[in-house]
């Protein structure tokens, strides 16, 4: 098991000026991570002189990028919006391909109000396959995430609910494209994670370990305080063969100390399970 963070609870001083991403991998490697997660919210520009000075910056902290959030908006009612939204994560793809990063994790997009579940479907899944060959070029995997609603949208992911995810998790089957498994998201939405990530266990490439206090909303808490059963859902990880990235959604606004508490947390539990 690899072990990386994104640091959702720094997002505003990142994206702000005030933590520079030098300062954040710092403080990935201070927690003995063994890389840091990064959203594209962070990006000031695509070009290639301002990506290699930020890889410059992350490995001169002993890091380097695991996975790289983005929100593209497949779903979106527009044609055009929706070519445009293709492009922009052809950009980022690319862009985390020169930062060395790993993995981009992509979205269906919102639910927009009257969006046809059937249309949904069809544009989010034509979206993240138009997206496959910048993935290979760049040599970045390309990961869907059982996703809930980010501050960057108006409206939640239209594959939250749980048959929709799964239909698309479907659709995208035998393709490049893996996923990112949430442990907290199906509680925010009232579901168990366990029975989902079964479901869907051949394709998982990474864990997006995150926690909730709350079933029926998404109330971000210190990892391991939360709803989430963890032992049961790293068991069933380690007992099928599970090896891959666990990616720490840390938003629990306790600054460095809980990045580190997370990592412990989620090393001993992982350990012990």
Known sequence: MKLSCLPV????????????IRQWAQIGADAGLDAIDLSVLFFKSLEPAYLAQMRKEIESAGMHVAMVTSYPDYTNPDPA????????????IAAVGQLGGEMIRVTSGQAHPGLREADGLRWATEGLKACEDAGRKAGVKLV???????????????DQPTHIFLALAKAIEGTSIGINFDTANPIAYGDDPLPILE??????????????????????????????????VFQYLKQTGFDGWICMEENSKRGPWGVREAAAFIRKTWAEA
Do not use: C
């Open 199 to 232: 479901k869907v266990r051949d394709q998982i490439v990474s864990i997006h370990a995150a926690d909730t206090a709350t079933r029926g909303a998404l109330n971000h808490v210190l990892l391991g305080t939360g709803l989430v059963p963890w032992k049961p």
């Open 81 to 92: 919006e929706r070519k445009r939204q293709i492009e922009l994560e052809r950009g980022y």
């Open 9 to 20: 609870s720094f997002f505003q001083s990142i994206i702000d000026g005030d933590m520079s």
């Open 144 to 158: 869907l995430e059982n996703h809930g609603k980010p501050g960057a949208w108006q409206y939640t992911d239209f």
